[in-house]
């Protein structure tokens, strides 16, 4: 493989940033739970700026995609790089792409001065698993993810 071309996202790839969100969605058999919408995605990564994507892509041709943003660690006093999801199409898989965009994260990540980078992965995919390991990734097994939905929010602001 060559060395691939990355590219931030604009507005117009709206429906290709959706499209992608969905291809995952499907993968990690969780696509009954995509509510975003175009507008959504619009208003919240192109005019709100509350996170960024970055494609990879093969002739010209996006083959994957990186959705993050920006967390900030107390301890570290700097800001990190939160990467919501990854993804490359199934048929470019194997090629080097997801590499290639963890190193293009990691890249920006230096450029902004960030102390770290993180993200979650679903405890049955190994195959993803194997390769963050083989980044030197570290599960963080000490830790454990809480979530409040919409309406536990809604609940709790109102009490």
């Known amino acids: 493989m060559t060395a691939p071309a990355f590219r931030f996202a604009r507005e117009e790839d709206t429906p290709l940033i959706l499209q992608f969100i969905r291809d995952l969605a499907r993968y990690e058999e969780m696509e009954d739970q995509v509510v975003a919408d175009e507008a959504?995605?619009?208003d919240q990564l192109f005019r709100q700026g509350n996170a960024q994507v970055l494609f990879a892509l093969e002739d010209g041709q996006e083959?994957?995609?990186?959705?993050?943003?920006?967390?900030?660690?107390t301890f570290l006093g700097r800001s990190g790089l939160y990467l919501e999801d990854l993804y490359v199409k199934p048929e470019h898989?194997?090629?080097?792409?997801?590499?290639?965009l963890f190193r293009e994260l990691a890249r920006i990540a230096q450029d902004r001065g960030c102390g770290r980078m993180e993200w979650w992965?679903?405890?049955?995919?190994?195959?993803?698993?194997?390769f963050y390991l083989s980044l030197g990734a570290e599960a963080m097994s000490d830790w454990t993810v809480y979530r409040l939905?919409?309406?536990d929010i809604d609940r709790l602001a109102q009490e």
Do not use: M, Q
């Open 63 to 73: 083959v994957g995609f990186a959705l993050f943003f920006h967390n900030f660690s």
């Open 40 to 42: 959504t995605l619009a």
């Open 149 to 151: 939905t919409r309406e």
């Open 121 to 130: 992965c679903l405890d049955w995919n190994r195959p993803s698993i194997d």
């Open 93 to 100: 898989r194997g090629k080097g792409y997801g590499k290639a």
